[in-house]
C-alpha cells in the first residue's frame, strides 16, 4: 500500500467513515480510503483533526510531518509492541566496536556497490571516460573497506568515493541542468534539492521498516549516535540512495521535472521546489518503490519497499546472533 501524501499548503485531513479527506476551505482535493493507506506523510503547513488522529492511531497508521521543503520533522505513531529483549541485545552489539565496524564496512559497501552499477547503467552507451574513472574508483573504494580498522577510516573511504560518484554525475545531465557537487546544508541547485528530497522520503521509508521490524532507529553501526538522529535508519538506507538517485536522473534527464519549476529563495533556502515538481518526483520514487525485484535472501521477486523491509529484518538476525555477518541489497 502506498502512502497518501498531503502536499497543498493549507489542506486539512478530515475523516469520513472508514475515508481520509483532504479539504481546502470548502473544497475537496482528494480522498482515499483507509485500507489502501499505509502510512500520511503531511509536507508544510497541513492540518489534522482530532478524529482522524485517533483514527489513524487505532488502525497502527503512523503520521509523518515533514517541513514543506521536505525536511523530517517527527512522527505521530501508535503504541509500540514491546521488544525489549531484542533491543537489549542491539544495545549491547551497537556498544561494541568490532562488531559496529563490521556491520558498518558491509553497510558502505552495499552503498558504493549501487551506486558504481547506476553510473555503469548510465554509462553503457556514452562510454564517458570520466564516468568510467569514477566506476574504478568505486570498485576500488570496495576494496578498501575491508582493510579499515576503525570507523573513521571507514567515513575516508566512503566520503572520497562519494565525492568521485557524484563528480561524474554532470556528465550524465543535461546540458541545462548545472551540478557541480553534492551539497547538502543547504542544496545550493535544483539537482541538490531534488536529491535532498528524496533521500527525506528514503529516510522516512527506512524509519518505518526499522520500527516495523522491532529495533530502535536511534542506535545504529554506521552513523555516529546523536540527539534525534534515527542512526540505524540511516544505516539501511545506505545501500538504497541508488534508488533515489535514479529517480532523479529519470525526472531530470526524461523532462518530467524542468528547471523552471525551481525559483530562487533566501540564503536558508537558495533554491525552491515547485508543486508540481514535489508531485511529480513523489510518484515516480513511489513508483520505483512498488517495482518488483529478484530478493536474493529469499530467491523470490518483491517490490523494492518490501526488500527494504527484509533488510530491516536480516539486521535484527545479525543482533540476535550476535554475529555481523550482513549482506547488503546489491541491485543489478
Known amino acids: 500500500m502506498p502512502p497518501l501524501y498531503v502536499i497543498e499548503q493549507g489542506a486539512r485531513l478530515h475523516q469520513d467513515g472508514r475515508r481520509l479527506l483532504v479539504r481546502k476551505e470548502d473544497e475537496e482535493l ?7 493507506v ?6 508544510g503547513n497541513i492540518g489534522l483533526t482530532t478524529p482522524v488522529i485517533k483514527l489513524l492511531l487505532g488502525e497502527n497508521i503512523d503520521v509523518v510531518f515533514l517541513t514543506e521543503d521536505g525536511n523530517y520533522c517527527g512522527r505521530l505513531t501508535g503504541p509500540a509492541t514491546p521488544h525489549v529483549l531484542l533491543r537489549r541485545k542491539q544495545y ?53 573497506t575491508e582493510r579499515t580498522t576503525v ?5 575516508g573511504v566512503e566520503g572520497a568515493a562519494t565525492a568521485a560518484y557524484f563528480g561524474a554525475w554532470k556528465r550524465l545531465l543535461k ?7 553534492r551539497l547538502r546544508r543547504p542544496p545550493p541547485d535544483p539537482i541538490n534539492v531534488l536529491l535532498s528530497f528524496g533521500y527525506t522520503l528514503l529516510a522516512r521509508t527506512a524509519h518505518g521498516a526499522i520500527e516495523a521490524a522491532g529495533l530502535d532507529p536511534y542506535a545504529g553501526f554506521l552513523h555516529a549516535v546523536e540527539y534525534n538522529r534515527p542512526s540505524l535508519a540511516l544505516d539501511l538506507m545506505e545501500e538504497f ?5 535514479g529517480v532523479v536522473l529519470w525526472c531530470v534527464n526524461s ?60 539486521v535484527v538476525e545479525c543482533i540476535q546472533r550476535g554475529a555481523p555477518e550482513y549482506a547488503p541489497m546489491y541491485f543489478r
Not at 570507523?151 to 567515513?155: E, R, S, T, W
Not at 546540458?175 to 557537487?181: A, G, H, N, Q, V
Open 38 to 43: 499505509s502510512e500520511v506523510v503531511l509536507m
Open 255 to 314: 523532462g518530467q521535472v524542468t528547471p523552471e519549476e525551481f525559483t530562487p529563495g533566501d540564503a536558508a533556502r537558495p533554491v525552491v521546489m515547485g508543486v508540481k515538481a514535489k508531485r511529480t518526483f513523489i510518484l515516480a520514487y513511489e513508483r520505483r518503490m512498488d517495482e518488483t525485484i529478484l530478493y536474493p535472501r529469499l530467491n523470490e521477486r518483491l517490490s523494492v519497499r518490501r526488500c527494504m523491509q527484509q533488510q530491516a529484518r536480516a
Open 30 to 36: 482528494s480522498s482515499a480510503p483507509l485500507v489502501n
Open 151 to 155: 570507523l573513521n577510516a571507514l567515513l
Open 175 to 181: 546540458p541545462t541542468w548545472r551540478f557541480e557537487k
Open 92 to 144: 549491547a552489539v551497537q556498544a561494541d566496536a568490532a562488531f559496529g565496524l563490521q556491520m558498518a564496512q558491509r553497510v558502505v559497501q552495499g552503498k558504493l556497490a549501487n551506486a558504481r552499477v547506476l553510473l555503469q547503467r548510465h554509462n553503457r552507451e556514452r562510454g564517458d571516460e570520466v564516468v568510467g574513472q569514477a566506476v574504478d574508483a568505486l570498485a576500488e573504494a570496495i576494496q578498501r
Open 241 to 245: 540512495r541508488a534508488v533515489v538517485d
